[in-house]
Antibody, heavy 120, light 110 residues
Framework: EVQLVESGGGLSQPGGSLRLSCAAS????????MSWVRQAPGKGLEWVSV???????YYADSVKGRFTISRDNSKNTLFLQMSSLRAEDTAVYYC??????????????WGQGTLVTVSS | QTMVTQEPSFSVSPGGTVTLTCGLT?????????PSWYQQTPGQAPRTLIY???TRSSGVPDRFSGSILGNKAALTITGAQADDESDYYC??????????FGGGTKLTVL
């Protein structure tokens, strides 16, 4: 059974840093593309970043240069290093998996999310 | 910058049919955008309903269907049920490793 469990959320001051983790089970994170998607309180979904199996990474303009996506194959875990945090980064951050057929370009499994709050 | 449009809200009667749409502020949605649809209830993670325009995800009832209608992607619910009351998001792959979600449609069943 595929499971994604996020952790690492919490409170940060503006300008601070946090590292989110997404522990995967039931599959190998290096075999699928993996993304982070966030949802600000009361708002819609916003795609944040993707890490393809070949290590290519892409980011939304809103986080480019501040966030870094990575994975640890030995731990089967996806990460999102967030720095220079802003109030507008406050959101629930979801880890999402791409399908086995990577060229279908959607997300087939989602974690339950971890809340990041940026406030002084 | 590519923006994806959805109706902010929609209402349907139990047993009725409703079609939600997903468009672009500039241009037309085609299968090459790999439209996907996600359902979300308050406090829960999104659930994948439809991918590659019209393929139902595993376990999704066949009352949910996807299509291209005119210049938009569409999600049709036929025979709406009370537990279909949710927020619905479309996602488009715009190429070069980038995805964009619509703002979501809040569906009320009453």
């Amino acid at each position: 059974e595929v499971q994604l469990v996020e952790s690492g959320g919490g409170l940060s001051q503006p300008g601070g840093s946090l590292r989110l983790s997404c522990a995967a089970s039931g599959f190998t994170v290096s075999s699928n593309y993996m993304s982070w998607v966030r949802q600000a309180p009361g708002k819609g979904l916003e795609w944040v970043s993707v890490l393809f199996s070949g290590y290519s990474t892409y980011y939304a303009d809103s986080v480019k240069g501040r966030f870094t996506i990575s994975r640890d194959n030995s731990k089967n875990t996806l990460f999102l290093q967030m720095s220079s945090l802003r109030a507008e980064d406050t959101a629930v951050y979801y880890c999402a998996r791409g399908p086995v057929i990577a060229t279908n370009y959607y997300f087939d499994y989602w974690g339950q999310g971890t809340l990041v709050t940026v406030s002084s | 910058q590519t923006m994806v449009t959805q109706e902010p809200s929609f209402s349907v009667s139990p047993g009725g049919t409703v079609t939600l749409t997903c468009g672009l502020t500039s241009g037309s949605v085609s299968p090459s955008y790999y439209p996907s649809w996600y359902q979300q209830t308050p406090g829960q993670a999104p659930r994948t309903l439809i991918y590659t325009t019209n393929t139902r995800s595993s376990g999704v009832p066949d009352r949910f269907s996807g299509s291209i209608l005119g210049n938009k992607a569409a999600l049709t619910i036929t025979g709406a049920q009370a537990d279909d009351e949710s927020d619905y998001y479309c996602g488009l792959y715009v190429g070069s490793g980038i995805w964009v979600f619509g703002g979501g449609t809040k569906l009320t069943v009453l």
